[in-house]
């Protein structure tokens, strides 16, 4: 189906159902239950899970496929989230303009950073995107304050041209929309306890990530990505043989700060927001975290990672001591008292230890990542059934057998 084999379409189906239906699957407990802190599933995080799934899907398709690690793919978030809050400022505040927009101005931005970086490898090639990305943000942050508000951000304002529409004139900012749906429209259904958010503005990111994912399981399964597979495997072995490997790497570049382009336009719909901190190196070490966690070169991996990290900053970074009084509560006063002391270093602003000692633990013990620790219980489950096939096979055989 669409051109994939039967794995790679099992495994586009399963992500689609996974994300059409991720407002039910991410809200498992009752609205006014303990366990409710765990809750996921309202807009805001949900579209931060999409968006940002995007922002790894195209660095995996460099990382993962050629082996080149950039260090400043935050530069393409940010030019991204710049250039689609000005198509807001200037023309429209339908989304798809600006979407479009971001992608082909990330494309071009990436085109020169990745022609200069593309002549260096390793940690040269890591260092000089680093280097691109500070200068970017730097720019953003004080040399380029006329284009990019400075350090208070790019913004919507009442006195914005917005040619197409002319919104300016109605009294109040307006709102981002698709064709006139609003992406901030939400409709809440409630059911006993249980309560779910369905977001416009959730559903347009989840439809483009899932267009964006499909794209790279061709890219992947293409003579073009086997081709980046061979620079990545031995890109000196693979020039002797009289091949050209910088026209494959420059166009893999391209087409990942296109993908992260893509994210930083979505973040502006979805909050017409654009600040310099979306360009910081921080951000850059946040999508190779992913990649890495989820499991670099592996088609699902980035999304997962993008999904783990985002539910940790956004949930655990919640839970304060409050909260873990109100969980221990059933415990003596001396016990509870003692297990928030040994906790609340986790939780709450110390979300990053919990992280760090995670990624530690996938990085020593899974080195694949989330997918080669799915690929290990699948086989355990596999390896069970057989063996009880094989027990009851025996079982019913006759003496006489």
């Not at 927009?101 to 494309?107: E, F, H, K, P, Q």
Request: include cysteine.
């Amino acid at each position: 189906m669409l051109g994939l084999n039967r794995k790679d379409t099992t495994l586009l189906i399963a992500v689609a159902i996974l994300t059409m239906f991720a407002p039910i699957i991410l809200n498992p407990f009752p609205v006014d239950s303990a366990m409710a802190q765990f809750n996921a599933g309202y807009p805001d995080l949900m579209q931060r899970f999409v968006i940002f799934g995007i922002f790894a899907i195209g660095f995996n398709i460099l990382f993962g496929l050629t082996g080149y690690l950039s260090f400043g793919h935050a530069a393409f978030l940010g030019v991204g989230s710049y250039s689609a809050v000005w198509m807001f400022k200037l023309l429209s505040m339908n989304v798809l303009p600006a979407i479009l927009l971001a992608v082909l101005i990330s494309g071009v931005f990436a085109l020169v950073i990745g022609y200069v970086s593309l002549r260096r490898s390793g940690i040269y090639f890591s260092i000089l995107t680093l280097a691109f990305a500070q200068m970017s943000f730097n720019l953003a942050y004080s040399v380029l304050t006329p284009i990019t508000n400075g350090e208070t951000g790019l913004q919507l304002s009442l006195d914005d041209p917005r040619i197409l529409d002319g919104a300016g004139s109605a009294g109040s900012l307006p709102v981002t929309n698709l064709f006139g749906l609003e992406m901030r429209a939400t409709e809440t259904v409630n059911l006993g306890p249980w309560s779910w958010d369905f977001s416009a503005g959730y559903y347009v990111c989840a439809l483009i990530m899932l267009a964006a994912f499909y794209l790279s399981v061709r890219i992947f399964r293409s003579p073009f990505g086997l081709m980046l597979r061979a620079v990545k495997s031995n890109q000196q072995r693979l020039n002797y043989t009289g091949l050209n490997s910088r026209p494959y790497t420059l166009a893999a570049f391209v087409i990942s700060g296109m993908y992260a382009g893509l994210a930083g336009g979505l973040l502006a719909s979805m909050d017409p927001l654009a600040g310099a901190e979306r360009m910081q190196w921080t951000a850059s070490g946040e999508v190779v975290l992913m990649t890495i966690l989820g499991g670099a070169g592996t088609l699902i991996g980035p999304v997962l990672g993008a999904g783990f990290i985002k539910y940790f900053e956004n949930i655990f970074s919640k839970i304060n001591d409050n909260v873990l009084h109100t969980w221990f509560a059933v415990l003596p006063d001396g016990i509870e008292d003692f297990l928030v002391t040994i906790v609340h270093p986790f939780v709450g602003k110390g979300w990053h230890l919990t992280l760090g000692l995670m990624f530690m633990l996938v990085v020593i013990f899974l080195p694949g990542g989330l997918v080669e620790g799915g690929q290990r219980i699948g086989r355990l489950f596999r390896r069970r059934k057989g063996k009880q096939t094989d027990a009851e096979a025996d079982a019913s055989k006759t003496p006489a057998e």
